[in-house]
């Protein structure tokens, strides 16, 4: 990331809508290379409604052979509980969707996560030698994630033979008020978006009007997965942007994204 000019993005208005808790770094990085980050959360994140999933998991933790973690919100929502009532099991197996989820929990101290080398979403997680049926046969895999989300990874592993628990340890909630986004999205006060879930795009999707879905349709749309892709082309968005994941992966494409040509 050093590689770039540090005034590659002078000017440039971008929206980061992570949850706020995750937005600093990318909006930091942006704003140290010139640009104008405007955080505005399209996922809101906070604890489940109901706890008590993951207070039975933690009572037979010693039953898990796997424990897989959506996200980085699914480790620090359930981590710190776990920890707090008793330690890591050795031979509970830790994996993660991402490396991020990886990072929170080696901060946890949650050693030799399984994740997958590439593309990091579940299908290429099912890929993984550990999640294949000769070895998940029969065994207790616990899933924890927030509400919602999709369902492939705990159908397949079921098909495989697994005895699957999916625990809800936070919740996503969308915006409650889109204006302030909608206003500068009228006003080409926005020179690109960077959404980082299918989720979050419906939401953003969805809240616009008419008018702010047309100036949606326009303006780039930086995407850390080729899925989320799908959706924004979908939805009939025309300048869409596929990235590397995580911040890096953003800020490169944000930084070699040809800005002249489109002005």
């Known amino acids: 990331m050093n590689d770039f000019d540090p005034e590659i993005l002078r000017g440039k208005r971008i929206v980061v809508t992570r949850p706020l808790a995750q937005s600093g770094p990318l909006a930091n990085l942006i704003a140290r290379h010139g ?26 933790l010693e039953t898990f052979s796997l424990a897989i973690f959506i996200s980085p919100n699914a480790v620090d929502f359930s981590v710190p509980t776990i920890l707090a009532r008793r330690p890591w099991p050795d031979d509970l197996q830790a994996l993660a969707l991402g490396p991020g989820s990886a990072a929170r929990l080696s901060a946890y101290g949650v ?34 994630r927030g509400n919602g989300g999709r369902e492939l990874l705990a159908q ?24 302030p986004l ?44 080729p899925r989320i892709a799908e959706l924004a082309r979908a939805l009939g968005l025309q300048r869409v942007v596929t990235s590397e994941p995580a911040d890096a992966g ?3 494409a944000l930084c070699r994204y040809r800005w002249h040509t489109h002005d």
């Open 35 to 60: 640009g104008q980050p405007f955080v505005f959360p399209l996922l809101e994140i906070s604890a489940a409604d109901d706890p008590r999933p993951l207070q039975a998991a933690i009572e037979r």
């Open 156 to 179: 397949t592993l079921r098909q495989r033979g697994a005895f699957v628990d999916c625990i809800v340890c936070y919740r996503r909630s969308g915006p409650t008020d889109i204006v």
């Open 182 to 225: 909608a206003k500068r999205l009228r006003c080409g006060e926005i020179d690109a978006l960077i959404v980082s879930s299918s989720e979050a795009l419906r939401y953003l999707f969805e809240m616009l009007e008419v008018e702010g879905r047309a100036d949606l349709r326009t303006t780039p749309m930086f995407v850390p997965h």
């Open 111 to 144: 050693a030799n996560t399984l994740l997958p080398e590439e593309r990091f979403d579940s299908e290429s997680l099912l890929e993984l030698p550990v999640l294949r049926p000769s070895y998940v046969y029969g065994r207790r895999v616990m899933i924890l």
């Open 250 to 252: 953003i800020f490169a």
